[in-house]
C-alpha cells in the first residue's frame, strides 16, 4: 500500500466524450500537468489518443508508470470487454498490453467507476478506512468495493455492479432488461422513465415542466424537491429507500462500516437526500446506524487520479 | 496457495457440543488421527480441552500448524469476540495467541462456517474457481466468502454473514432481532415458526404432528413435502426465493459465477429444492441462469479440513 517510491504517475480518465490526462503525485492525489482531448470512436483511435494525450503531458518520460479509467469491464488482465458509450468498442481489447507496448511503461487499466471508488479510499473522505463500498449516483448508478485496502475488480471485471443489484422483484424495468434493480429505482434515468410514466397516466406535470423536452437533470430533481412536487418527493424516498436496502445488506454481507456516496445526484440533492437514507426503514442487514453514509470528497478528476494509484500500487506489488 | 510443505497440519473444530480435533494433509483434505472431547463451559476450559485433544494426536509434533474453527466471530488477529452456543463465552478471547503460546506452533484461528466454505473450495464442490460463495442452511443461515482464491473475513469477522440480508424489508422477525432477514425465510428455526404462528392461526397441522412438541427438523420438513403439504410447500417455495435473490444478489456485487449451497435443510431436500431455487423468478442482479447454484460436496470434517487448510497457508504466506 505504499506509493512505490518517489516520481509521478500518468492518470487517465477515458470518457464517452473526452480524455483527460494528468500527472499525478500518488501518494497525495495532486494532479499537476494537464491534456485533454476529444473521445474519438473506435478502440484503435482511442488508443492512439491516449498515447497522444500522455506523451502531450511536459513529464511523461519522468512517470514509472500510466493508469488509465475506462467506461467498460476490465478483467484482472486489463482486457476491456466492451465499452457501451464509446461508438465501436463492441469487442474485447487488451488495453493493458498495447498501450504498455506503446508507451514503454507499465500499464494497469480499471473500470472508471472503480478508480473514483480508489481515489475516494485514498486520498477523499474513505481515507483510514480499509474496508468500503463507494456508491456514486447518476444517470445510472455505479460502485467500487474496497476491502482489506484493495479494490475488489471480480473475474470478469463485474465486481461492486451494484446498481443491478434487485430490490424488488418483478419491479420496475432496468436500463439493462432487468427488473426492481437499484437503478431503476436510485438513476437519474429511472427516475426520468417513472416521471415520464406517470405524467403519462396524468400525474404531475411539473417534473415534465421543468425538464422541458429533454432528459431530466439532477438540478430538475432538486428543483421539484424545492417546489415540493409530491410524485418527486415520492420517487426520491424511494431512491432513498433503495439505496438504504442495497448499501446496508451489503454492509451485512461484507462487514462494511462506511459507506461514501456520490455522483450527480447526490452532489445535487445534497444532506437532504444522505438524510433520507441514513434513517430510512429499509436499513438491510444489522439495522439502521451501524453504517456511516458519508458524502464522497468529490474530487477534481478522481477518476484519473484513482487510475494512477492503482498504476502506482501495481508497481509496488511487483510483478503478477 | 500452495500448500506450504510437507507434513500434517492439526485442524480442531470447535462446536458447542463437541471438538474434533484430527491430523489433515492440507493439500487433499485427507483427515487421518482424529481425537474428540465434549465442549466445557467458559473460554479457559475451551483453550484447555482443545491443547488436550491436539496433543492427543499420534503426530501432533510433526504438525506444522494448527487451524481452529469456532462457532463465532474472529477478528484478523484471531481474537473471538464471543460464542453464542458456549456456556460463559461473552467476551473477547485472543485464542490464536493463546494457543501458539501453549503449542509452540503457529495457530489460525477462524468462523467455522468460513472453514467450511474454504474447504468446500480448495477440497470440495468448488475446486479449481477462485470466486464463490458458500452457503449453509441449517437452523439459520451462514456463509463464506472467497474472492481471487482468498478467505474474505471482514475487519470485525462478520464478513458473508448472509443469514442477515434483508430480503423482505419489515418483514418476518429475524432471531438477532431484525426484520425481513434471509434466515428468517430460510433458515429452520424460521420455518419452525412460521409454521407454529400458521397453526396457531388455524393453518395446516401436519408439520406439528410430524414434529410433536420440539423443534422442527429438516426431515420433518422432507416428509411434509413428501406428503404434499400446501403449508410447508409455500414455505419452502418462499425459503428457495429468498435464497435465489440473495444469492443473485450477491453474485451481481461480487462478479460471482458459483455458488456451493449445503446444510442440513439442503442435504435434506436434496436435489428439487436447489432446482426450486434455480428456477425462482427472484433471481437477482443480472438473471437466472448467470449463476452455478451447486450442492455442498458434504465433506467429512469440513471444518477441521478447512482450518488447517486455513493455517497451512498463512505458513505458506509467511509472517504479517
Not at 507496448?101 to 472503480?114: H, I, T
Not at 451494484?162 to 437519474?188: N, Q
Not at 433520507?276 to 470528497?297: K, Q, Y
Request: some cysteine.
Amino acid at each position: 500500500m505504499s506509493s512505490g517510491g518517489p516520481g509521478p504517475v500518468v492518470g487517465v480518465d477515458l470518457g464517452g466524450t473526452k480524455i483527460l490526462t494528468r500527472s499525478i503525485d500518488p501518494a497525495t492525489g495532486r494532479a499537476e500537468g494537464r491534456v485533454k482531448a476529444k473521445t474519438p470512436a473506435g478502440p484503435d483511435a482511442v488508443l492512439d489518443t491516449i498515447v497522444e494525450t500522455v506523451i502531450g503531458l511536459d513529464d511523461w518520460q519522468a512517470a514509472r508508470a500510466v493508469g488509465v479509467g475506462v467506461p467498460g469491464f476490465v478483467d484482472r488482465n486489463g482486457v476491456v470487454d466492451r465499452c457501451p458509450n464509446i461508438a465501436g468498442w463492441d469487442h474485447p481489447v487488451p488495453v493493458a498490453d498495447t498501450l504498455a507496448k506503446r508507451l514503454g511503461k507499465p500499464v494497469v487499466v480499471a473500470n472508471d467507476v472503480n478508480c473514483g471508488a480508489v481515489a475516494e479510499h485514498r486520498v477523499g473522505s474513505g481515507r483510514g478506512v480499509d474496508d468500503l463500498l463507494a456508491v456514486f449516483v447518476g444517470t445510472g448508478v455505479g460502485g467500487g468495493l474496497i476491502l482489506d485496502g484493495n479494490l475488489i475488480v471480480g473475474p470478469r471485471g463485474k465486481a461492486a455492479e451494484i446498481g443491478h443489484v434487485t430490490v424488488v422483484p418483478g419491479g420496475r424495468p432496468c436500463g439493462c432488461g432487468g427488473e426492481g434493480h437499484l437503478e431503476a429505482y436510485a438513476g437519474r434515468a429511472g427516475i426520468d422513465g417513472e416521471v415520464r410514466r406517470r405524467v403519462a397516466a396524468g400525474g404531475t406535470e411539473l417534473l415534465d415542466e421543468l425538464a422541458g423536452s429533454g432528459p431530466i437533470k439532477s438540478r430538475h430533481l432538486a428543483a421539484a424537491i424545492e417546489a415540493d412536487d409530491p410524485t418527486v418527493r415520492e420517487l426520491l424516498d424511494e431512491a432513498a429507500d433503495s439505496l438504504a436496502l442495497v448499501i446496508g445488506n451489503a454492509a451485512a454481507l461484507l462487514d462494511l462500516s462506511l459507506v461514501v456516496l456520490g455522483g450527480g445526484v447526490v452532489d445535487k440533492l445534497g444532506e437532504p437526500f444522505l438524510d433520507a437514507i441514513r434513517a430510512s426503514d429499509h436499513t438491510g442487514g444489522f439495522g439502521r446506524g451501524a453504517v456511516e453514509v458519508v458524502p464522497a470528497h468529490r474530487l477534481d478528476d478522481g477518476g484519473a487520479v484513482g487510475a494512477a494509484i492503482l498504476a502506482s500500487d501495481r508497481l509496488s506489488a511487483g510483478p503478477g
